[in-house]
């Protein structure tokens, strides 16, 4: 993830000129809880910076809320009416030497939220521009597909528990390079295929073969798209399969990564940290998200009222008192472990890991 960041610098100095380095963040898609930070020159994502980002309800330009409005991007000057000084976020920001914030959502052409990017410029600078956010907004969709990427390979390359997803490697005659630990059970379930005796599934190859047709084309309108493929197994279960191209030196390999599939939620954290419902659950995902209780009750097709009951249950068995809190608490306990953890795998070289730390 950080080579694929550090090679975006330049591109991104040049075009839009910033103050010292981009602020990269991965995001939990179900949440929109930042999992990692990188910054050149800044290791640790700052304490304060954190506690404003998830315990200040009064403030504006937060991740998540970026990341849900319809435009995906915004400027510190913009969501303060022209009045950044008023924002308890500028005077952090300056306190840093960075005046001018600009936070700009990572966000796939199929409308999933895996990063953040955030940019700075000195008090003496001029204020981002509207070309500037149109190259963002126009560019975010094959960051995020960076990102996403990334995450899956890194996550297939060093499984975090047994559930996994799994890497193959295919080369330029769809013959496997190499197989990550773990992969066999999925590949042996897939239909049509026969791993025992060598031969891949259709659907491997399909998403193999799409991957490099879109990594060998990038002028066609599919530039930057991911080939997914939704699969169901033998066993009755379903799995995804993403394909990424791996072209460089003049070889043509191709990585199929193979996950369980599952909608994106945090269920599995908050059942087992806090005994939650469903209802419970998906309506603190919202929560999380930034959703007010107007709009929850509207996606949940539910009363208002309704809403706020199960606010109070979900308040009590997480032993909150308020949205922010409960933003906060979950923050606390299961994200800001991980992205600590992420600060120190980046220092170590080693692969960015998603999702929240159980």
């Given at each position: 993830m950080v080579p694929f960041w550090r090679s975006c610098r330049e591109v991104l100095a040049d075009t839009v000129p910033?103050?010292?380095?981009?602020?990269?963040?991965?995001?939990?898609?179900?949440?929109?809880?930042m999992t990692s930070h990188f910054q050149e020159g800044l290791p640790e994502f700052p304490a304060e910076w954190a506690a404003q980002e998830y315990a200040d309800d009064g403030?504006?330009?937060?991740?998540?809320?970026?990341?849900r409005s319809a435009s995906g991007i915004s400027t510190l000057y913009d969501a303060t009416g022209g009045r950044p000084d008023a924002s308890p976020r500028w005077h952090a920001n300056m306190a840093y030497g960075g005046d001018q914030e600009l936070v700009a959502a990572?966000?796939?052409?199929?409308?999933?939220?895996?990063?953040?990017?955030?940019?700075?410029?000195?008090?003496?600078?001029?204020?981002?521009?509207?070309?500037d956010l149109?190259?963002?907004?126009?560019?975010?969709?094959?960051?995020?597909?960076?990102?996403?990427?990334?995450?899956?390979?890194?996550?297939?390359g060093d499984p975090e528990g047994s559930d996994a997803p799994g890497l193959l490697v295919l080369n330029e005659q769809w013959a496997p390079e190499s197989v990550s630990p773990g992969l066999e059970r999925w590949l042996?379930?897939?239909?049509?295929?026969?791993w025992d005796s060598g031969r891949l599934s259709p659907s491997v190859l399909a998403v193999a073969g799409r991957a490099l047709a879109v990594a060998e084309a990038p002028m066609t309108a599919d530039a930057g798209r991911v080939a997914i493929a939704r699969v169901?197994?033998?066993?009755?279960?379903?799995?995804?399969?993403?394909?990424?191209?791996?072209?460089?030196?003049?070889?043509?390999q191709v990585a199929v990564i193979v996950e369980p599939a599952h909608p994106a939620r945090i269920s599995p954290l908050l059942m087992s940290a806090y005994r939650l419902t469903?209802?419970?659950?998906?309506?603190?995902?919202?929560?999380?998200q930034g959703y007010s209780t107007a709009?929850?009750?509207q996606r949940l097709v539910i009363s208002a009222h309704t809403v706020q009951q199960h606010l109070k249950s979900v308040f009590d068995k997480t032993g909150v008192r308020s949205r922010r809190e409960l933003v906060s608490t979950v923050f606390l306990a299961h994200y800001e472990p991980r992205l600590r953890d992420n600060e120190r795998r980046t220092v170590d070289g080693l692969p960015v890991r998603g999702g929240p730390m159980g």
């Amino acid at each position: 993830m950080v080579p694929f960041w550090r090679s975006c610098r330049e591109v991104l100095a040049d075009t839009v000129p910033h103050y010292l380095s981009p602020c990269w963040f991965t995001l939990d898609p179900a949440s929109l809880v930042m999992t990692s930070h990188f910054q050149e020159g800044l290791p640790e994502f700052p304490a304060e910076w954190a506690a404003q980002e998830y315990a200040d309800d009064g403030d504006v330009n937060h991740l998540a809320d970026v990341a849900r409005s319809a435009s995906g991007i915004s400027t510190l000057y913009d969501a303060t009416g022209g009045r950044p000084d008023a924002s308890p976020r500028w005077h952090a920001n300056m306190a840093y030497g960075g005046d001018q914030e600009l936070v700009a959502a990572l966000r796939t052409r199929d409308g999933q939220v895996w990063g953040s990017l955030s940019l700075y410029r000195e008090p003496d600078r001029p204020r981002f521009d509207r070309d500037d956010l149109d190259f963002l907004r126009a560019v975010a969709p094959v960051l995020a597909d960076g990102v996403r990427r990334g995450l899956l390979v890194g996550k297939a390359g060093d499984p975090e528990g047994s559930d996994a997803p799994g890497l193959l490697v295919l080369n330029e005659q769809w013959a496997p390079e190499s197989v990550s630990p773990g992969l066999e059970r999925w590949l042996s379930d897939l239909p049509d295929g026969a791993w025992d005796s060598g031969r891949l599934s259709p659907s491997v190859l399909a998403v193999a073969g799409r991957a490099l047709a879109v990594a060998e084309a990038p002028m066609t309108a599919d530039a930057g798209r991911v080939a997914i493929a939704r699969v169901p197994t033998q066993s009755g279960t379903w799995v995804v399969l993403h394909g990424v191209p791996l072209i460089a030196g003049g070889l043509r390999q191709v990585a199929v990564i193979v996950e369980p599939a599952h909608p994106a939620r945090i269920s599995p954290l908050l059942m087992s940290a806090y005994r939650l419902t469903e209802r419970e659950q998906e309506l603190t995902r919202l929560v999380l998200q930034g959703y007010s209780t107007a709009e929850i009750a509207q996606r949940l097709v539910i009363s208002a009222h309704t809403v706020q009951q199960h606010l109070k249950s979900v308040f009590d068995k997480t032993g909150v008192r308020s949205r922010r809190e409960l933003v906060s608490t979950v923050f606390l306990a299961h994200y800001e472990p991980r992205l600590r953890d992420n600060e120190r795998r980046t220092v170590d070289g080693l692969p960015v890991r998603g999702g929240p730390m159980g």
